[in-house]
């Protein structure tokens, strides 16, 4: 054999065999490949798609139509002026502070007061005829829609309105008082109106200390008139303060209309101590009448306890006033102690408390009246069944003038007599119609009144 090498044979498969493999795969299983570039091609175009909308979706401008909202894809509330995240294109919840002040502006600019305020009817804080469930409309905004509705005269809305602002309670107080204090108009009026009915001790001492700082003038009269109003028990010392403090006629006189509606044994016990611990008598004196001006249904136990036994004859300027708040809370059993206070006075000492006796005219004492008018109530004495006979003048009707005539014609007491007569001829000479009445219905019917004790 010549120069011919023995060459051995490699098993191990080569690069170009493993090139050619491959290439093969390729050819046949190239579709599988294709679903992954698909895959990002398709979210590539989505993602750009997704950023020139938001780019192009003018923030805070699109038109708001009653009762629907537009939300994002984080599932919030687009709210004009809202921030955007520029990573993900959405928008990013904005403080609630800032949004209600967006929405004021959003309100202004546009001139409608409704445009902020667009929530779901029946919800607290809802204005009438708003629609959708959105957050809730500011002071500024409600009373936007307040002012609204009075020149429309849309009572409705008026009375939502009202009831809107009243339920916000202490955090509408701060804008209420600015309100009443800059401006003159029927809205301030109103505003002041929602500040008495929200009634804390907040909301009563912006009213008497923006009442204070007004000018005399129509507009102060008519402002007091509302602070009047305040009926929360809560502010009791804020009005007691206010009327000892004296330093405003109006505001005196409104906190004290106000405290005399609400006054319990709270309020009359604390009166009382104020009184005792007064170093002048004009002190005194401002005190007593605060207790004369108290006419609330509350406070008839606590004023009897103050005024002593019937029969007391020695009354300080305290125990006088609660005789007079007595009468003009006219209950039943405060009616009744000032008749037996009347019988039990000593001859030619009664004529003051007979005087305030036959003044009464409240309607819940026209019962108790007429009762002992007739006799029928321990009250046979002539001072108190005449005192009642001259209060009955207080309550014409038909029904009186025939009791006051069978009064007249049955009663062998001439004092009674005259008395009937008296009250009689000032019903003729006041309301002759009822004259006429009583005589179209007269009969023989006993017209004894019911003890309204036993009612």
């Given at each position: 054999m010549t120069g011919k090498k023995h060459q051995k044979k490699d098993t191990t498969p080569s690069t170009t065999n493993r090139s050619l493999g491959l290439r093969n795969l390729v050819k046949r299983e190239w579709p599988l490949l294709l679903i992954p570039a698909l895959v990002l091609v398709a979210l590539s175009v989505l993602y750009t798609a997704h950023r020139s909308l938001q780019q192009e979706r003018p923030h805070g401008n699109t038109p708001s139509v009653p009762g629907q909202s537009t939300a994002t894809a984080t599932g919030q509330p687009d709210v004009p002026g809202a921030p955007t995240d520029p990573q993900a294109g959405t928008t990013v919840p904005a403080d609630?502070?800032?949004?209600?002040?967006?929405?004021?502006?959003?309100?202004?600019?546009?001139?409608?007061?409704?445009?902020?305020?667009?929530?779901?009817?029946?919800?607290?804080?809802?204005?009438?005829?708003?629609?959708?469930?959105?957050?809730?409309?500011t002071v500024a905004s409600l009373v936007g829609t307040l002012r609204q509705a009075l020149q429309q005269e849309d009572h409705a809305r008026i009375k939502q309105v009202m009831n809107d602002l009243v339920a916000l309670g202490d955090d509408a107080v701060e804008e209420l008082g600015e309100i009443i204090a800059n401006n003159s108009d029927e809205t301030a009026l109103w505003a002041a109106e929602a500040l008495a009915r929200i009634g804390t001790p907040a909301a009563a001492a912006t009213l008497l200390d923006t009442l204070a700082q007004l000018e005399d003038g129509q507009y102060k009269e008519q402002l007091a008139k509302r602070t009047s109003n305040i009926a929360n028990h809560e502010s009791w010392?804020?009005?007691?303060?206010?009327?000892?403090?004296?330093?405003?006629?109006?505001?005196?006189?409104?906190?004290?209309?106000?405290?005399?509606?609400?006054?319990?044994?709270?309020v009359i016990d604390e009166i009382v101590a104020r009184y005792d611990a007064a170093t002048t008598p004009e002190a005194a004196d401002l005190l007593a009448q605060m207790m004369s001006n108290i006419n609330s249904p509350t406070a008839g136990e606590a004023l009897r306890k103050l005024a002593g036994s019937v029969s007391s004859t020695t009354l300080d300027s305290l125990q006088q006033a609660a005789i007079q708040a007595m009468a003009a809370i006219g209950d039943t059993q405060s009616v009744n102690y000032l008749l037996e206070r009347l019988e039990a006075s000593p001859p030619g000492q009664g004529g003051q408390l007979y005087n305030t006796i036959a003044n009464i005219n409240q309607p819940q004492a026209e019962a108790a009246l007429r009762y002992a008018a007739a006799g029928s109530k321990g009250v046979s004495a002539e001072q108190g069944r005449t005192a009642a006979i001259s209060a009955l003048q207080n309550y014409p009707s038909a029904e009186t003038y025939q009791l006051l005539e069978q009064i007249a014609a049955n009663s062998d007491n001439t004092a009674v007599v005259t008395a009937a007569l008296r009250t009689l001829e000032t019903i003729d000479k006041n309301q002759p119609a009822i004259a006429e009445q009583a005589t179209s219905k007269a009969d023989t019917t006993d017209l004894l009144p019911v003890d309204p004790l036993k009612k």
């Amino acid at each position: 054999m010549t120069g011919k090498k023995h060459q051995k044979k490699d098993t191990t498969p080569s690069t170009t065999n493993r090139s050619l493999g491959l290439r093969n795969l390729v050819k046949r299983e190239w579709p599988l490949l294709l679903i992954p570039a698909l895959v990002l091609v398709a979210l590539s175009v989505l993602y750009t798609a997704h950023r020139s909308l938001q780019q192009e979706r003018p923030h805070g401008n699109t038109p708001s139509v009653p009762g629907q909202s537009t939300a994002t894809a984080t599932g919030q509330p687009d709210v004009p002026g809202a921030p955007t995240d520029p990573q993900a294109g959405t928008t990013v919840p904005a403080d609630p502070a800032a949004m209600t002040a967006n929405q004021s502006q959003a309100a202004s600019a546009t001139g409608d007061p409704n445009r902020a305020d667009t929530r779901t009817p029946g919800a607290p804080g809802a204005t009438a005829g708003a629609g959708g469930s959105q957050d809730p409309a500011t002071v500024a905004s409600l009373v936007g829609t307040l002012r609204q509705a009075l020149q429309q005269e849309d009572h409705a809305r008026i009375k939502q309105v009202m009831n809107d602002l009243v339920a916000l309670g202490d955090d509408a107080v701060e804008e209420l008082g600015e309100i009443i204090a800059n401006n003159s108009d029927e809205t301030a009026l109103w505003a002041a109106e929602a500040l008495a009915r929200i009634g804390t001790p907040a909301a009563a001492a912006t009213l008497l200390d923006t009442l204070a700082q007004l000018e005399d003038g129509q507009y102060k009269e008519q402002l007091a008139k509302r602070t009047s109003n305040i009926a929360n028990h809560e502010s009791w010392p804020i009005l007691l303060d206010a009327v000892q403090a004296g330093a405003d006629r109006a505001v005196q006189r409104a906190a004290a209309t106000s405290l005399g509606r609400m006054a319990d044994t709270a309020v009359i016990d604390e009166i009382v101590a104020r009184y005792d611990a007064a170093t002048t008598p004009e002190a005194a004196d401002l005190l007593a009448q605060m207790m004369s001006n108290i006419n609330s249904p509350t406070a008839g136990e606590a004023l009897r306890k103050l005024a002593g036994s019937v029969s007391s004859t020695t009354l300080d300027s305290l125990q006088q006033a609660a005789i007079q708040a007595m009468a003009a809370i006219g209950d039943t059993q405060s009616v009744n102690y000032l008749l037996e206070r009347l019988e039990a006075s000593p001859p030619g000492q009664g004529g003051q408390l007979y005087n305030t006796i036959a003044n009464i005219n409240q309607p819940q004492a026209e019962a108790a009246l007429r009762y002992a008018a007739a006799g029928s109530k321990g009250v046979s004495a002539e001072q108190g069944r005449t005192a009642a006979i001259s209060a009955l003048q207080n309550y014409p009707s038909a029904e009186t003038y025939q009791l006051l005539e069978q009064i007249a014609a049955n009663s062998d007491n001439t004092a009674v007599v005259t008395a009937a007569l008296r009250t009689l001829e000032t019903i003729d000479k006041n309301q002759p119609a009822i004259a006429e009445q009583a005589t179209s219905k007269a009969d023989t019917t006993d017209l004894l009144p019911v003890d309204p004790l036993k009612k």
